[in-house]
T-cell receptor, first 115, second 117 residues
Framework: AQKVTQAQTEISVVEKEDVTLDCVYE???????LFWYKQPPSGELVFLIR??????QNEISGRYSWNFQKSTSSFNFTITASQVVDSAVYFC????????????FGQGTTLQVKP | DTEVTQTPKHLVMGMTNKKSLKCEQH?????MYWYKQKAKKPPELMFV???????INESVPSRFSPECPNSSLLNLHLHALQPEDSALYLC????????????????FGNGTRLTVT
């Protein structure tokens, strides 16, 4: 079975604080991909990053960074110097060879950044 | 601006009405998806089309009827819905739905907020 767990339901920070969103996954596939999506109040799911199971390099994109650790089955997402515009629901998702076409989403973490 | 366009943005319908949701993409993607999202929940997959053919139906009730007239368009026909069907309906697309492309990120539209009264 495949599963994605985002234990943090809601996080509230003050602008300019750093914040880390946790994601833990379960899969028996040896090849799989992990994703992060952002869903602002407008509703659209915005793709942020994709990471495959063979690439454990961490990635940084501006204020965003991702830490993939296969040993702990985690794919955490850090926002540095958070801004009000970062307020949204963030979903971690998993796609593997055993479920082509299906994204397994976590329950989502609602991030509120206060000015 | 999203590259997947959904209309209408909001829809209110009675339980006896028939309505349709529309989705359009011009990225040349050959896989298109319908997702349903209830408040404070993650999206749930409903249907997947690959090369205009229905590839996945996640045991969705027959009151939801998908249609893919061509590679750019995806419709969801609604009939005799229940109040519990009220949700955000998201359309998405990806380049392909072949085995080796399960890594392709989905491109989502803004969704249609459906209220069934």
């Amino acid at each position: 079975a495949q599963k994605v767990t985002q234990a943090q339901t809601e996080i509230s920070v003050v602008e300019k604080e750093d914040v880390t969103l946790d994601c833990v996954y379960e899969t028996r596939d040896t090849t799989y991909y992990l994703f992060w999506y952002k869903q602002p109040p407008s509703g659209e799911l915005v793709f942020l990053i994709r990471r495959n199971s063979f690439d454990e390099q961490n990635e940084i994109s501006g204020r965003y960074s991702w830490n993939f650790q296969k040993s702990t089955s985690s794919f955490n997402f850090t926002i540095t110097a958070s801004q009000v515009v970062d307020s949204a629901v963030y979903f971690c998702a998993l796609s593997g060879s055993s479920n082509t076409g299906k994204l397994i989403f976590g329950q989502g973490t609602t991030l509120q950044v206060k000015p | 601006d999203t590259e997947v366009t959904q209309t209408p943005k909001h829809l209110v319908m009675g339980m006896t009405n028939k309505k349709s949701l529309k989705c359009e993409q011009h990225m040349g993607h050959r896989a298109m998806y319908w997702y349903k999202q209830k408040a404070k929940k993650p999206p749930e997959l409903m249907f997947v089309y690959s090369y205009e053919k229905l590839s996945i139906n996640e045991s969705v009730p027959s009151r939801f009827s998908p249609e893919c007239p061509n590679s750019s368009l995806l419709n969801l026909h609604l009939h005799a819905l229940q109040p519990e069907d009220s949700a955000l309906y998201l359309c998405a697309s990806s380049p392909r739905l072949e085995e080796r492309s399960y890594n392709s990120p989905l491109h989502f539209g803004n969704g249609t907020r459906l209220t069934v009264t």
